[in-house]
Each structure stands twice: as structure tokens, then as C-alpha cells.
């Protein structure tokens, strides 16, 4: 494997074994490893997670002569998680960084579509302040975005995260990069769901906005729940190394939505 520039271990077996058993044994050498020296063997199981670095020099400039200076600011915090994203070969932490960059509008976006909600409920000509039906609608309009757990008032994250994307993501532009990284996957959105995280398809090229809105922002959010929780029994589970090849197609995605978000929220340096 010189041409990656990584260095590879082959376990052999001079008896007979099971794949389960080698798989098991070989688990067994990684923790005892890791444990005494500190040192962390980590299963690869495709070529894809690897290669994600050299598809996205491809499709950009990536020749330090052809880079022209900044013509914008970007908001510090979500630079910090979108450079996270990038310096890491490990794809829980890169889902999740570039995750944290969307998460960083949720409360202003979810706020700014309550208020436009009662600002037309409240302006509607029907409307009168008078009529107790008139207010009860107004408070069945708050009480359904917002709900209390342990005393805080706490909102929708999902309903957030579809927000964020319909404010910052275009999905004319995401279906560009998406084609420019690799065309296949588009098709694979398309025809398959993230299996450990049971997070639906999404057919980006000839749906209504609305739906692959709506359906991006499921796919998104599940899988963001399979990797943070992980109690045993959870039928939404993602496991460590054995689902990074399924993980790592989700990546081109969720960083495209990202790096998006980051560019509408960018302002001109003058």
C-alpha cells in the first residue's frame, strides 16, 4: 500500500478459523495495544475513506500558486469545527463537526420562524386580541414549537436542522458539488438508507424541494443520533469501525450542507 502512503498489518492464523473468530481475536490484539503502548491500530475496511482527500483536491484548486487571497470573513466558530472536520481521518468526528456547524444556528433560526408564525397570526385581519379563540390559537401556535423538559423551555432540533438547510442550502448547489466529488452518489442517496442509523433515502434530482428538504434533514439528524447514542439494545446504533464504510458515504453530504452554511454566512471584506 505505498502508493497511499500508509503502512497495513496482515494477521494470519496457522489453524483453521472462522471469520468471526479472527475478527474476534483480532479485536482482542488491537485493545491489548492500544492499552499497553497507547498506540491505536485502526480497522480499514474500503478505500473510500482514504481517497476522500484526493476527490476534494480534485474538484478544487489545490496547487497553493493557484489559491487567491480571501475576499471573505467567515464566522470564527464554525471555521474551528469545519478545520476539526477536515484535520481528521476519523469519520465519527468529521460527521459531527461539520454536524456542530449547522447545530450553531439552531436557536436563531427556529426563534426567527416562531416570530414570523405570531407576527402573521397576529397581523391577520381576522385576528382580534378580544376573542379568546383568537388568542388560544396563538398559544396552541407556541405551545406546539416549543416544549418543557426538567423545567427549560427547549425546541425541535430536528425541525431546527430543517430550518438551517432551507435558510443556508441550495439544492441546486448541493447537487452540484455532490456530482463534481462523484457522480454515483446521488444515485446512492437516491436507492439507500443509512442502515445503522434506519435514516431514510433522499432523491435530491427529482423531488420537490420541500420533500428533499425534509428528507435530508431526517437522514441527517438519524444518523447524528445512531453516533451519539449508543446504549446497548438501541435499535439506531452505530458501531465503531464496522459501520465506517457505511459512514463515510455520508460524509461528501454532510460536508457539502456545511461548507454552505459557512458561505451564506460569510460577509465581503471591503
Known amino acids: 500500500m505505498a502508493f497511499l502512503r500508509i503502512t497495513t498489518v496482515r494477521i494470519t492464523c496457522d ?57 471573505r470573513t467567515y464566522n470564527e466558530d464554525l471555521i474551528h469545527h ?23 444556528f439552531y436557536e436563531a433560526v427556529f426563534q426567527d420562524d416562531l416570530i414570523t408564525s405570531i ?16 388568542i388560544k390559537g396563538l398559544i396552541k401556535t407556541i405551545h406546539k414549537s416549543l416544549k418543557i ?23 441546486t448547489d448541493l447537487l452540484d458539488d455532490l456530482d463534481n466529488y462523484d457522480p454515483s452518489l446521488v444515485d446512492y442517496y437516491r436507492d439507500n438508507k443509512v442502515a445503522f442509523a434506519n435514516a431514510p433515502e433522499i432523491d435530491l434530482r ?37 459501520d465506517n464504510h457505511l459512514l463515510a458515504k455520508e460524509l461528501p453530504l454532510l460536508r457539502f450542507v456545511a461548507e454552505r452554511t459557512i458561505l451564506r454566512n460569510s460577509s465581503m471584506i471591503e
Not at 407576527?119 to 383568537?134: E, G, N, V, W
Not at 423538559?149 to 439544492?171: C, G, H, K, M, Y
Request: proline share 5%; aromatic share 10%.
Open 206 to 242: 427529482y423531488s420537490e424541494n420541500a420533500a428533499i428538504y425534509k428528507s435530508l434533514s431526517k437522514r441527517i439528524y438519524a444518523t447524528r443520533n445512531a453516533l451519539v447514542h449508543s446504549k446497548d439494545g438501541e435499535k439506531a446504533k452505530y458501531t465503531p469501525f464496522v
Open 119 to 134: 407576527q402573521q397570526q397576529i397581523t391577520d385581519p381576522a385576528f382580534s386580541y378580544r376573542r379568546k379563540k383568537d
Open 15 to 71: 489453524a483453521k478459523a472462522s471469520p468471526s473468530r479472527m475478527s474476534s481475536l483480532a479485536n482482542a490484539l488491537l485493545f491489548q495495544m492500544a492499552f499497553n503502548t497507547d498506540i491505536a491500530l485502526v480497522p480499514q475496511k474500503e478505500l473510500d475513506a482514504i481517497s476522500r482527500s484526493s476527490r476534494i483536491s480534485r474538484m478544487r484548486r489545490n496547487r497553493p500558486s493557484e489559491i487567491d487571497p480571501p475576499r
Open 149 to 171: 423538559q426538567n423545567d427549560t423551555i427547549t425546541f425541535s432540533e430536528e425541525q431546527a436542522l430543517l430550518l438551517t438547510l432551507r435558510s443556508f442550502v441550495e439544492v
Open 82 to 104: 469545519y478545520l476539526m472536520a477536515v484535520s481528521t481521518d476519523n469519520p465519527f468526528v468529521e460527521y459531527l463537526s461539520h454536524y456542530h456547524v449547522l447545530e450553531h
